[in-house]
């Protein structure tokens, strides 16, 4: 058994993270805002993560095994994490992204193209930081979603407060109503009524991971494993949007209608203009065994169908 804080984990995987927790037999401390109350058996926190003075004074003597950070995206939220959990915490895992390998939020180095992208395309112990940035704004934070995640892995990398790993997760589908981003929906619900599905031209695979298994990996990242570094987080089986396409065609009876559209246009969810893959060889080596997207797939897209069914027939 051990003593794990979770930061966040109101919500959708984060919230499935704290259940398996709990559910192993470790204690379990959440912190947040106090919007939303932490599932039944938890510790509860109540503090601004923004807020330095206050998150030290509302977590006093407490001392974790391992801190999960599920909601940091900011360089000037991960230097505060760093300065009030150093001493406190002998491991912290933060919940990252695949965005940290997209060019389009910042410049980064060239990607090798048409292979999985492995972790060390993006070093954070040499990733430039910029406190100074307007990241306190959504207008800001918004587009520049990546580059926050890429720095604040930095100061974390830097930090030296205690061992520190970072789970780039992949996209993360599965969950049904639960599924808060839509992106799943949007292909659904198009594809149900016969509208439009805008991709792109040549359209490039992407990865992804269903919540229950990033959830598992979360736990394992915190209370089993003990390496330090980014990890990517993905199931085997690439994926691109006119393959989602098809496979929700086969769950709704209804072919899709692609709208086609160059390179650099926007699109649909998951339409992607350039390659879009990670590699998982790194976790699977440390001894994570990841699913294929072919394995729960199927599910996912019934959950999201049954979601979109129940929401039609209550209008």
């Not at 790993?165 to 949007?186: D, I, K, M, N, Q």
């Not at 599910?299 to 027939?313: C, N, T």
């Amino acid at each position: 058994m051990q003593e794990i804080c979770v930061i966040g984990g109101s919500r959708y995987f984060g919230k499935l993270t704290v259940e398996r927790l709990l559910g192993a037999g470790h204690r379990v401390t959440v912190v947040n805002r106090g919007a939303t109350a932490p599932p039944a058996g938890t510790g509860h926190v109540v503090a601004d993560r923004n807020d330095e003075r206050a998150l030290d004074a509302a977590l006093g003597a407490r001392t974790f095994d391992a801190v999960i950070d599920q909601v940091c995206y900011t360089p000037v939220q991960a230097a505060i994490a760093a300065r009030v959990f150093g001493g406190r915490a002998r491991r912290y895992v933060m919940a990252s992204t695949i965005e940290v390998y997209n060019p389009a939020s910042g410049d980064i180095p060239a990607l090798p193209d048409g292979e999985p992208v492995p972790e060390e395309a993006i070093d954070p112990a040499t990733w430039a930081v910029h406190p100074d940035r307007p990241w306190h704004d959504m207008a800001y934070l918004e587009p520049h979603y990546g580059e926050g995640k890429r720095q604040t892995e930095a100061v974390f990398t830097r930090a030296d407060a205690f061992a520190f790993a970072s789970v780039r997760c992949a996209h993360v589908l599965g969950g049904g109503e639960r599924e808060f981003t839509g992106r799943l929906a949007h292909y659904v619900e198009r594809i149900a009524r016969g509208e439009e599905v805008v991709v792109h031209e040549g359209a490039r695979p992407s990865v992804f991971i269903h919540y229950e298994e990033m959830a598992e990996l979360m736990v394992w990242a915190a209370t089993a494993a003990d390496f330090t570094g980014p990890v990517n987080a993905c199931s085997d089986g690439a994926l691109d949007a006119r393959a989602l396409g098809a496979a929700i065609a086969g769950q709704v009876g209804q072919e899709p209608v692609y709208k086609v559209v160059p390179v650099g246009e926007e699109a649909s969810p998951f339409s992607f203009d350039r390659h879009y893959a990670m590699s998982n060889a790194r976790a699977k080596g440390l001894g994570f065994s990841f699913s294929h997207t072919d394995d729960w797939l199927p599910g996912a897209i019934a959950e999201a169908v049954g979601a979109y069914s129940a929401s039609f027939s209550a209008v």
